[in-house]
């Protein structure tokens, strides 16, 4: 198994270009989410998904769109990036499993620059 | 909302000794909390979890941590570090939201020293 996987690994871009990251798992898991790390600051929550179809807004949504139209994968899209997007991000997933400890699992993370 | 403190930004410590890190958390419901590690340019792998039962909790790599409800701690600790155990510390709460969110604290950076 290969885990959670994140394309691409890093990426420069230029202030007002968009682009698309994508997560993708092989774990079946049902709940997948996105966040960013900046230093002194831990993780926040950006976007998250209960299910194929479904998403729904974290801590700092603001300037991210999604989409999860397949249950293995979850794209985060930058619309028009700004330098504050300047941050390494990460995919995670975890099972719905009622009895389970809910381990979320994370990928090696995209770093992304926005100059 | 729920939220978690680490109190220490740094912590360098010399190879064999002991070391603990600090999670303070606040929470009005029952929480899942949790260690997570980050080794250099790497992604998060967990360290250790507290569900219910024991409040003394096992990890991997040595590493323990101590729920204290009264205190609303989470303390992490090894007795005797090594310097593969440099890397970046995350406390986290699992929120009481049904995604089953979590909610990280700010890390510590753990520096282990020959």
């Known amino acids: 198994n290969a885990g959670v996987t994140q394309t691409p690994k890093f990426r420069v871009l230029k202030t007002g270009q968009s682009m698309t990251l994508l997560c993708a798992q092989d774990m079946n898991h049902e709940y997948m989410y996105w966040y960013r790390q900046d230093p002194g600051m831990g993780l926040r929550l950006i976007h998250y998904?209960?299910?194929?179809?479904?998403?729904a807004k974290g801590e700092v949504p603001d300037g991210y769109n999604v989409s999860r139209l397949k249950k293995q994968n979850f794209l985060l899209g930058l619309e028009s990036a700004a330098p504050s997007q300047t941050s390494v991000y990460f995919c995670?997933?975890?099972?719905?499993?009622?009895?389970?400890?809910?381990?979320?699992?994370f990928g090696p993370g995209t770093r992304l620059t926005v100059l | 909302a729920q939220s978690v403190t680490q109190l220490d930004s740094q912590v360098p410590v010399f190879e064999e000794a002991p070391v603990e890190l600090r999670c303070n958390y606040s929470s009005s419901v029952s929480v899942y909390l949790f260690w997570y590690v980050q080794y250099p340019n790497q992604g998060l792998q967990l360290l250790l979890k507290y569900l219910s039962g024991s409040t003394l909790v096992k990890g991997i790599n040595g590493f323990e941590a101590e729920f204290n409800k009264s205190q609303t701690s989470f303390h992490l600790r090894k007795p005797s570090v090594h310097i593969s155990d440099t890397a970046e510390y995350f406390c986290?709460?699992?929120?009481?939201?049904?995604?089953?969110?979590?909610?990280f604290g700010s890390g510590t950076q753990l520096t282990v020293l020959p």
């Open positions: 995670a997933s975890t099972t719905a499993t009622a009895n389970s400890y809910n381990e979320q699992f």
């Open positions: 986290a709460v699992r929120s009481s939201g049904s995604a089953r969110q979590l909610t």
């Open positions: 998904s209960v299910g194929e179809g479904t998403t």
